[in-house]
């Protein structure tokens, strides 16, 4: 399905089998629904816009011929491969498996007994249940342990992403434009602890660390914060739009 918004057209991708080949695609890109959800969604600095904006090189191995962004400054390559190489390899099933392992756990500790108790809302539950496991099983234990509200911040996020798309300025809005910046600056912040924190003996058996959580959160630290024109605040902005993704 195919839409325009403003002058941009996009296109709704439906069926796992056209989805797979998405995936597999070398010549197709979401450049402009990435750059409109980093800077409408997660605030992402207008000089690292810019970067998003210069990169058309491509997403395949061999950048386009009139292409002259640097190799390291190739974000959407470099985005895609990481992103393809670790859902389609181990990566995935070690990342699930951990998810399991952390739900269990979060299931054992609940108080259950042989009395009726009584939730007002089933979804709240289910969906609290499961965050905190989806959650450290990307980025880790460290992001919620140092930030006791983030869970909470980041389902008022997903629910003030319509006043962020619809663009209402920030004092018609400023409990919502709070709200993102804690969630931007713990997302920060957990990456500088980790940075300062991590080294190779911490990686497990599966490739999993307790400062970055999965390898693909690793992968992305390793690469992004070289590309010319993201900082640490554009860095922030990626991490949080991946999680809500």
């Known amino acids: 399905m195919r839409l325009w918004l403003f002058n941009t057209e996009i296109t709704f991708v439906r069926g796992s089998e056209n989805i797979n080949a998405l995936w597999r695609s070398k010549i197709l890109q979401a450049r402009e629904v990435t750059c409109f959800s980093l800077s409408t969604f997660f605030n992402t600095p207008k000089a690292a816009m810019k970067i998003y904006y210069r990169d058309d090189s491509g997403i395949s191995s061999q950048p386009h011929p009139k292409s002259n962004v640097p190799f390291k400054d190739r974000y959407y390559f470099h985005t895609r491969k990481d992103l393809v190489g670790f859902f389609q390899g181990p990566g995935l099933k070690h990342m699930a498996q951990r998810f399991h392992d952390r739900l269990q756990d979060r299931i054992s500790n609940l108080e259950v007994n042989h009395d009726w108790i009584e939730f007002a809302d089933l979804y ?8 905190g496991p989806a ?45 993102r910046e804690r969630l931007l600056t713990a997302v920060k912040t957990w990456h500088a602890y980790a940075q300062e924190h991590f080294d190779e003996s911490c990686v497990e058996a599966d490739g999993h660390d307790r400062f970055y959580g999965s390898p693909i959160i690793r992968l992305r630290q390793n690469y992004l914060p070289k590309v010319d024109g993201l900082d640490a605040d554009a860095c ?3 991490d949080l739009g991946l999680l809500w993704a």
């Not at 990307?138 to 980041?154: E, H, K, Y």
């Open 236 to 238: 922030a902005a990626q």
């Open 124 to 131: 709240s539950f289910v969906q609290d249940m499961l965050t």
């Open 135 to 179: 959650i450290e099983a990307m980025c880790g234990p460290v992001l919620l342990n140092r930030n006791s509200t983030f869970i909470d911040d980041f389902w008022q996020l997903d629910s003030d992403i319509l006043i962020f798309f619809k663009g209402l300025p920030r004092w018609t809005t400023p409990r919502a434009w709070k709200n």
